[in-house]
């Protein structure tokens, strides 16, 4: 099975800056990756999906980018209603994993 | 609005079974992959399992093969969750999820089930 491996875990940052997150896959998934939001109590919300493209609805101070095994998603600036956790998932193969999640925090 | 809606979730004793449900309310649950993910209490996300638009094709996380099963009913648009054997480390939020990374993917809110004696 295919596992992702997310960094850094938990992020702290301040209001406007640029915030990176990113997830290695244990082996090739092309462009088959998904980025989700989560705040407390809710469903996942996804961002990105093929890597790249960008959800409709979705910000454009989010995106997202990778192939192959390395993947970033990247808020341009960080503002107060981005607080929650990001999730990457794998969908290679209909054999999907997830990422164990960065938390991020406003410092 | 198409919304997806589980139901069956509850306290179990570890051993036991529990059938979870999701509703489709919408017009085109026989087109998609249809999904389960799950969230242990202050965890992250795990998928489970899924299956084929037709059912002829499902798939499982290995740490419940052998003992969930997944069918639908396109019918009643319909998703289900059998899960048998279950065990402390099962309790968790299960989502049923539509199309997963796609999207055309919903989520439902999700059903609780807890595992203990």
């Known amino acids: 099975d295919i596992q992702m491996t997310q960094s850094p875990s938990t992020l702290s940052a301040s209001v406007g800056d640029r915030v990176t997150i990113t997830c290695r896959a244990s082996q090739n998934i092309n462009i088959w990756l998904a980025w989700y939001q989560q705040k407390p109590g809710k469903a996942p919300n996804l961002l990105i999906y093929r890597a790249s493209s960008l959800e409709s609805g979705v910000p454009s101070r989010f995106s997202g980018s990778g192939s192959g095994t390395e993947f970033t998603l990247t808020i341009s600036s960080l503002q107060p209603d981005d607080v929650a956790t990001y999730y990457c998932?794998?969908?290679?193969?209909?054999?999907?994993?997830f990422g164990q999640g960065t938390k991020l925090e406003i410092k | 609005e198409v919304q997806l809606v589980e139901s069956g979730g509850g306290l179990v004793q570890p051993g036991g079974s529990l059938r979870l449900s999701c509703a489709d309310s919408?017009?085109?649950?026989?087109?998609?992959?249809m999904n389960w993910v799950r969230q242990a209490p202050g965890k992250g996300l795990e998928w489970v399992a899924n299956i084929k638009e037709d059912g002829s094709e499902k798939n499982y996380v290995d740490s419940v093969k052998g003992r969930f099963s997944i069918s639908r009913d396109n019918a009643k648009k319909s998703l289900y969750l059998q899960m048998n054997s279950l065990r402390a480390e099962d309790t968790a939020m299960y989502y049923c999820v539509r199309d997963l990374a796609s999207p055309r993917g919903i989520w439902g809110q999700g059903t609780m089930v807890t595992v203990s004696s």
């Open positions: 998932q794998q969908y290679n193969s209909y054999r999907y994993s």
């Open positions: 919408g017009f085109t649950f026989s087109m998609y992959w």
